[in-house]
């Protein structure tokens, strides 16, 4: 199986400021023929299910702000914010679709500082 | 607008069984990979099964195969998922989940979860 491990586990920026999360897998994600990154970036809100931010590492979801990036190959990915919003608390959490299991990290808890 | 809205959970007694469903709308059903990812209280997110949009493959995590059975009815846009020898480790909101393509794809829609208790 690969393991994804993010890091930090929590996180505390002040508003306006910018949160990087970074997300680590055990193997390559990265699939050769097509050059993609089999990573995406989820956005949980406390009551709420996951929402999706970003696929193939860097593709921003429609309708998501800008403010919010991917970057990263084959093993180690980072979810920007460029300047932090109140409505950007949350927990966030990387997920390979490399292959099953389709594994997630552990989540990152962002809270305002 | 895709909506998926989950039905079936409960309190169950360890051992027993439970089959949740999902009514899907807003896109063609059979095009797309449907999942079902749980979370525990107060935990993580943890995927469970896919199935590819005709039902003809199907995926599992360890922690769930040969006791869970996930499946689709194209022709009435339901994706289901049979859980039998539930145990507590089980516990967990289900979510129903719509892949942005194949099965080997991100999750683009979720539903707002169905909660499964299994506790005697």
């Known amino acids: 199986d690969i393991v994804m491990t993010q890091s930090p586990d929590s996180l505390a920026v002040s508003l306006g400021e910018r949160a990087t999360i970074n997300c680590k897998s055990s193997q390559s994600v990265l699939y050769s023929s097509n050059n993609n990154n089999y990573l995406a970036w989820y956005q949980q809100k406390p009551g709420q299910p996951p929402k999706l931010l970003i696929y193939?590492?860097?593709t921003r979801e429609s309708g998501v702000p800008d403010r919010f990036s991917g970057s990263g190959s084959g093993t180690d990915f980072t979810l920007t914010i460029s300047s932090l919003q109140a409505e950007d608390v949350a927990v966030y959490y990387c997920?390979?679709?490399?292959?099953?299991?389709?594994?997630f990290g552990q989540g990152t808890k962002l809270e305002i500082k | 607008e895709v909506q998926l809205l989950e039905s079936g959970g409960g309190l169950v007694q360890p051992g027993g069984s439970l089959r949740l469903s999902c009514a899907a709308s807003g896109f063609t059903f059979s095009t797309y990979a449907m999942s079902w990812v749980r979370q525990a209280p107060g935990m993580g997110l943890e995927w469970v099964s896919s199935?590819?949009?005709?039902?003809?493959?199907?995926y599992y995590a360890d922690s769930v195969k040969g006791r869970f059975t996930i499946s689709r009815d194209n022709s009435r846009n339901t994706l289901s998922l049979q859980m039998n020898s539930l145990r507590a480790e089980d516990t967990a909101i289900y979510y129903c989940?719509?892949?942005?393509?194949?099965?080997?794809?991100?999750?683009?829609?979720w539903g707002q979860g169905t909660l499964v208790t299994v506790s005697s």
């Open positions: 997920q390979q679709y490399y292959n099953t299991p389709y594994t």
């Open positions: 193939w590492a860097s």
């Open positions: 989940a719509k892949n942005w393509a194949g099965s080997s794809s991100c999750i683009d829609h």
């Open positions: 199935v590819s949009g005709s039902g003809g493959s199907t």
